[in-house]
C-alpha cells in the first residue's frame, strides 16, 4: 500500500538525506537494478516539479536509463542499513543483482515501468525530460581535478544530467 504525498513537504529531508546516499533505480524489459547517488537536486524546470540525477558514463544504470528515460528515487525516512547504501554504491548490475542480494523489496510503479523500493520507503517516481552530458570545458577547475581529472580513479568518467519530472511521490507503508 503507498500514501501519495506532496514532494515540497519533504523537500528539506530529501535534501539532507542525500548526502549519505539515497537509491536511484531504473529498469528494461525484464531486469531491474539500483545505485546510490549522493547529488541530485529537487526543483522546478519549466513549471514541473523535477529531479535531477547526474549519472557517470560508465555506469550499468545509464544503459537503462537511455534506453527507457525513466527512474525511481528512494529515500530513506528513519535509519537505513548502511549495507544497503554501501553494496547498491560499490557493485555494478552488471556483476550482480543487488535486489536479491540485500533482499529488497520491489513495489510496482504507478506511472512509470520501474519499481520502488519498501526499504526506503520515500518513493518519487520520475520521466526523463531533459538530458545533458556535461561539457568538461565548463566545469570549475577545482571541481574538475577532484572529479575527473587524470590521476583520480574517475578520470575521464563524466557525467550525464538528468532531469525527471516527479510524475508522483509516496510512501512505501508495509
Ligand atoms: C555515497 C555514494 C554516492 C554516489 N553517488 C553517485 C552519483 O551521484 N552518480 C554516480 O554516477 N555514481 C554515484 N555513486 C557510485 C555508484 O553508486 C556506483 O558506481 C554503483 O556501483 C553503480 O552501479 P551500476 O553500475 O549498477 O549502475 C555513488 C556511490 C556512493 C557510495
Known amino acids: 500500500m503507498v500514501k501519495e504525498v506532496n514532494v515540497w513537504d519533504y523537500a528539506g529531508h530529501i535534501m539532507e538525506t542525500i548526502g549519505s546516499g539515497i537509491l ?71 556483476e550482480l543483482d543487488k535486489f536479491q542480494a540485500l533482499n529488497l523489496t520491489a513495489v510496482p510503479g504507478q506511472s512509470v515501468s520501474v519499481p520502488g523500493i519498501r526499504e526506503l520507503p520515500l518513493t518519487l517516481e520520475c520521466k526523463v525530460i531533459y538530458r545533458q552530458d556535461q561539457d568538461p570545458k565548463a566545469i570549475e577547475k577545482t571541481c574538475f581535478d577532484r572529479f575527473y581529472a587524470a590521476g583520480t580513479h574517475n578520470e575521464g568518467d563524466y557525467h550525464t544530467v538528468y532531469y525527471g519530472e516527479i510524475t508522483k511521490a509516496y510512501i512505501i507503508e508495509e
Open 24 to 94: 536511484l533505480t531504473t529498469a528494461y524489459q525484464d531486469k531491474v537494478n539500483t545505485m546510490t547517488i549522493g547529488w541530485g537536486q529537487l526543483g522546478v524546470v519549466w513549471s514541473k516539479p523535477v529531479f535531477s540525477v547526474l549519472v557517470r558514463e560508465s555506469r550499468y544504470t545509464k544503459e537503462f536509463l537511455d534506453k527507457t528515460g525513466e527512474f525511481t528515487v528512494n529515500i530513506p525516512l528513519a535509519k537505513v542499513d548502511k549495507n544497503i547504501i554501501a553494496l547498491c554504491g560499490t557493485k555494478s548490475g552488471r
